[in-house]
């Protein structure tokens, strides 16, 4: 099976290649389904070659006559790239099929890059070698701003586009410096003279940034909830739900497996930033997704908060790397499910909402409401993926969720370290990040598909298509499939952490035949996700049966008002009401918010007026200031552009004159 995986990915390179051309000529009707058609098989091969090299422990290489000039490009697919391969294909196939469903506002502008967008992704994973890796990263770069800006005429699509391309670019000018201070000419491979202590830890910092601006950790995140409600859903579902996790695959990839080998890298100083940067992202990430109306703009908060978590087991791997091997392990365990989790609900979130939007003319939840009447098959769809991002068990976001709690509990073996507090703190924010995600998840939930509808084109949605129908219920299946039988996912990632922590005496995450998980083997606790879904279902159905066949039997009758008769679905509890008890609580500290209220005298005619202000204290304090150091430097330099050919050329003259004269001093 592994041996195919070179022939599949090219042959899914060669569709990919295809259906872009086709977007670009065929006509939008016709084409679109051969590009999203061809999209889905390409995927499809590049999953069966991620899982063939996963499942067996082979390491492949191949060679190709590309790339720069008397150099040839590197890939190689191994236990690592092929997980994430997996990860990134899967989702490309639901999200292909789901876009047969769905309508493009501009196809010719989104057909053409979709394929590509997945193509460059693979590429990244597959890149052995510097070259080949900065060119698939930044072909994912352009091919997914050019989906971000496909609907110019969108409120804010090209504000988001040029947020970021920005970010994009900086991102990949930090991953570029990286290489030039490793000395990487050529193979992603330790370099063979390690640089110096200040030279590494620069390198460092700079792939830190390069690659976690492009996964959304905090404070680099500012493009991520501008460009996901740009973008068509079923890009949407690509960037927060696959192309984030190329992120974490490039961090891994660099951080593991190149620069910890030299032996001299700052370990513990790297763990504690990434610990305490995935604590931020996590609460920061939720509490923004709690103050949001637009339901894809509250998804996209959310990828925050999981990349937060996901950066937090990476984190406590490092963390216990040398001194407790097991517990670093369970960390890197934790954070690949949580990886492949994210991938999933998220996909099925993003695309989920990507429907309500089509059929119902906006995203904003403040216009939707009673969706369940009439569509109810999304609806529960939609609510297998609320309760997987919850963190409820026993669907796969509480497996994982629950497998980094619980390494993060093993700071105590630590010692007297100073870097064991960050394992009580780093538990408490994932508590509170879980206990938040529920309720802005009943939020998103009860405000979009209960009730009554809260506007004319909500009471007139219609049920998603087959194509969306069968991607959702394929990605909800799975989220219930591993999270009641999480062992064989764990299993399959052993090979993935032998890899990155070597297989001399580090423990793997025990399982007892597959069906119940112990994060530290011959300690408790246990997770037994079968026995418990299957308790959870008695729980649930028996009182209901037993109710059914003894009492009355049901009457149907209206929904109950809360005491205010009024038929107006303006009455209903709205989303900004349901995040008021929490906005006052945290949204002084952290968004700065101030409530304004006007209320006219008794006998006015004019109405009441309530205004909320949140600021975003991030981008006003980070980047805000340099964005206007730069603006007021462009009208200051203006005036150069009108100038004579007799001043251009004495500026030139002053400019060499001062050269010479520096070097003149120099030597």
Same mark, same amino acid.
């Given at each position: 099976? +592994?041996?195919?995986? &070179?022939? #599949?990915?090219?042959?899914?390179?060669?569709?990919?290649?295809? *259906?872009?051309?086709?977007?670009?000529?065929?006509?939008?009707?016709?084409?679109?389904?051969?590009?999203?058609?061809?999209? #889905?098989?390409?995927?499809?091969?590049?999953? &069966?070659?991620?899982?063939?090299?996963?499942?067996?422990?082979?390491? @492949?290489?191949?060679?190709? !006559?590309?790339?720069?000039?008397?150099?040839? +490009?590197?890939?190689?697919?191994?236990?690592? +790239?092929?997980? &994430?391969? #997996?990860?990134?294909?899967g989702g490309g196939v639901f999200a292909s099929l789901a876009a047969l469903s769905l309508e493009d506002a501009e196809p010719r502008r989104v057909s053409p890059f979709f394929p590509l967008f997945?193509?460059?992704?693979?590429?990244?994973?597959?890149?052995?070698?510097?070259?080949?890796?900065?060119?698939?990263?930044?072909?994912?770069?352009?091919?997914?701003?050019?989906?971000?800006?496909?609907?110019p005429r969108r409120e804010g699509t090209v504000e988001a586009g040029y947020v970021y391309l920005m970010m994009a670019s900086a991102g990949t000018l930090a991953l570029l410096a990286a290489f030039v201070l490793l000395g990487i000419?050529?193979?992603?491979?330790?370099?063979?003279?390690?640089?110096?202590?200040?030279?590494?830890?620069?390198?460092?910092?700079?792939?830190?940034?390069?690659?976690?601006?492009? *996964?959304?950790? %905090?404070?680099?995140? %500012?493009?991520?909830? @501008? *460009?996901? !409600?740009?973008? !068509?859903?079923?890009?949407?579902?690509?960037?927060?739900?696959?192309?984030?996790?190329?992120?974490?695959?490039? &961090?891994l990839r660099l951080v593991f497996d190149v620069i910890l080998p030299t032996g001299a890298a700052p370990i513990n100083a790297l763990a504690g930033a990434i610990i305490l940067l995935g604590v931020l992202s996590a609460l920061h990430g939720v509490l923004s997704a709690l103050m949001q109306h637009d339901l894809k703009r509250l998804l996209a908060f959310h990828t925050v908060e999981n990349i937060g978590i996901i950066f937090l087991g990476i984190g406590f791997a490092l963390l216990f790397e040398k001194s407790v091997p097991a517990a670093a392990a369970l960390a890197l365990a934790a954070a690949l499910f949580h990886v492949l989790n994210h991938a999933l609900f998220k996909t099925l979130l993003f695309l989920g909402a990507g429907v309500v939007r089509e059929s119902a003319g906006s995203a904003d939840m403040e216009k939707l409401g009673g969706l369940i009447h009439r569509a109810p098959r999304l609806a529960f769809a939609f609510l297998i993926g609320t309760m997987a991002i919850s963190a409820l068990p026993p669907l796969n976001g509480f497996v994982s969720e629950w497998l980094a709690f619980q390494a993060m509990l093993q700071t105590p073996r630590l010692g007297s370290s100073p870097l064991a507090l960050l394992g009580p703190l780093a538990a408490a924010a994932l508590a509170l990040a879980a206990a938040l995600a529920a309720a802005c998840f009943v939020k998103a939930y009860g405000i979009t598909f209960l009730g009554r509808a809260r506007s004319p084109r909500a009471g007139a949605v219609v049920e998603a298509g087959r194509a969306a129908l069968a991607a959702l219920f394929g990605l909800a299946a799975l989220c219930v499939i591993f999270g009641i039988l999480p062992g064989p996912v764990l299993r399959a990632l052993g090979p993935v952490v032998t890899g990155r922590l070597g297989s001399a005496g580090v423990p793997q995450v025990s399982l007892s035949a597959g069906l119940s998980v112990s994060p530290i083997p011959g300690a408790p606790p246990h997770y037994a996700g079968l026995a418990l879904g299957f308790a959870l279902a008695i729980f649930m159905l028996l009182p209901a049966l037993l109710l059914r066949r003894r009492g009355a039997p049901p009457r149907r009758g209206p929904a109950w008002d809360c005491g205010f008769p009024d038929p107006s679905p303006a009455t209903q509890y709205s989303a900004g009401g349901f995040a008021a008890p929490i906005r006052r609580v945290f949204g002084p500290l952290v968004f700065a918010a101030r409530e304004r209220v006007e209320m006219p005298p008794p006998g006015a005619l004019t109405p009441a007026h309530f205004e909320v202000r949140l600021r975003d204290l991030v981008?006003?304090?980070?980047?805000?200031?340099?964005?206007?150091?730069?603006? #007021?430097?462009?009208?200051r330099l203006n005036p150069l552009q009108f100038l004579t050919v007799r001043r251009y050329l004495g500026i030139v003259f002053g400019l060499l004159a001062a050269l010479l004269l520096v070097v003149a001093l120099w030597t």
């Amino acid at each position: 099976m +592994s041996a195919l995986a &070179f022939p #599949a990915l090219g042959l899914a390179a060669l569709l990919w290649l295809t *259906a872009a051309m086709l977007g670009a000529i065929a006509s939008p009707r016709r084409g679109r389904s051969l590009v999203y058609g061809l999209s #889905a098989l390409g995927a499809f091969l590049g999953v &069966f070659a991620g899982l063939g090299v996963l499942f067996q422990g082979a390491v @492949l290489t191949q060679s190709l !006559p590309l790339g720069l000039p008397g150099a040839r +490009s590197l890939l190689r697919l191994d236990a690592l +790239s092929g997980f &994430f391969l #997996a990860v990134v294909d899967g989702g490309g196939v639901f999200a292909s099929l789901a876009a047969l469903s769905l309508e493009d506002a501009e196809p010719r502008r989104v057909s053409p890059f979709f394929p590509l967008f997945l193509g460059a992704m693979s590429l990244t994973l597959l890149a052995a070698d510097s070259y080949t890796f900065l060119l698939g990263w930044e072909g994912m770069s352009v091919a997914s701003w050019a989906l971000v800006v496909a609907e110019p005429r969108r409120e804010g699509t090209v504000e988001a586009g040029y947020v970021y391309l920005m970010m994009a670019s900086a991102g990949t000018l930090a991953l570029l410096a990286a290489f030039v201070l490793l000395g990487i000419g050529g193979r992603l491979a330790p370099p063979p003279l390690a640089p110096g202590a200040g030279a590494l830890a620069l390198a460092l910092t700079l792939v830190t940034l390069g690659t976690t601006s492009k *996964a959304g950790l %905090v404070p680099l995140h %500012v493009w991520l909830p @501008l *460009a996901h !409600p740009a973008a !068509p859903s079923q890009v949407s579902a690509l960037m927060s739900g696959v192309m984030t996790k190329v992120a974490v695959y490039a &961090f891994l990839r660099l951080v593991f497996d190149v620069i910890l080998p030299t032996g001299a890298a700052p370990i513990n100083a790297l763990a504690g930033a990434i610990i305490l940067l995935g604590v931020l992202s996590a609460l920061h990430g939720v509490l923004s997704a709690l103050m949001q109306h637009d339901l894809k703009r509250l998804l996209a908060f959310h990828t925050v908060e999981n990349i937060g978590i996901i950066f937090l087991g990476i984190g406590f791997a490092l963390l216990f790397e040398k001194s407790v091997p097991a517990a670093a392990a369970l960390a890197l365990a934790a954070a690949l499910f949580h990886v492949l989790n994210h991938a999933l609900f998220k996909t099925l979130l993003f695309l989920g909402a990507g429907v309500v939007r089509e059929s119902a003319g906006s995203a904003d939840m403040e216009k939707l409401g009673g969706l369940i009447h009439r569509a109810p098959r999304l609806a529960f769809a939609f609510l297998i993926g609320t309760m997987a991002i919850s963190a409820l068990p026993p669907l796969n976001g509480f497996v994982s969720e629950w497998l980094a709690f619980q390494a993060m509990l093993q700071t105590p073996r630590l010692g007297s370290s100073p870097l064991a507090l960050l394992g009580p703190l780093a538990a408490a924010a994932l508590a509170l990040a879980a206990a938040l995600a529920a309720a802005c998840f009943v939020k998103a939930y009860g405000i979009t598909f209960l009730g009554r509808a809260r506007s004319p084109r909500a009471g007139a949605v219609v049920e998603a298509g087959r194509a969306a129908l069968a991607a959702l219920f394929g990605l909800a299946a799975l989220c219930v499939i591993f999270g009641i039988l999480p062992g064989p996912v764990l299993r399959a990632l052993g090979p993935v952490v032998t890899g990155r922590l070597g297989s001399a005496g580090v423990p793997q995450v025990s399982l007892s035949a597959g069906l119940s998980v112990s994060p530290i083997p011959g300690a408790p606790p246990h997770y037994a996700g079968l026995a418990l879904g299957f308790a959870l279902a008695i729980f649930m159905l028996l009182p209901a049966l037993l109710l059914r066949r003894r009492g009355a039997p049901p009457r149907r009758g209206p929904a109950w008002d809360c005491g205010f008769p009024d038929p107006s679905p303006a009455t209903q509890y709205s989303a900004g009401g349901f995040a008021a008890p929490i906005r006052r609580v945290f949204g002084p500290l952290v968004f700065a918010a101030r409530e304004r209220v006007e209320m006219p005298p008794p006998g006015a005619l004019t109405p009441a007026h309530f205004e909320v202000r949140l600021r975003d204290l991030v981008w006003e304090g980070i980047y805000r200031p340099p964005i206007r150091l730069v603006l #007021a430097l462009a009208d200051r330099l203006n005036p150069l552009q009108f100038l004579t050919v007799r001043r251009y050329l004495g500026i030139v003259f002053g400019l060499l004159a001062a050269l010479l004269l520096v070097v003149a001093l120099w030597t």
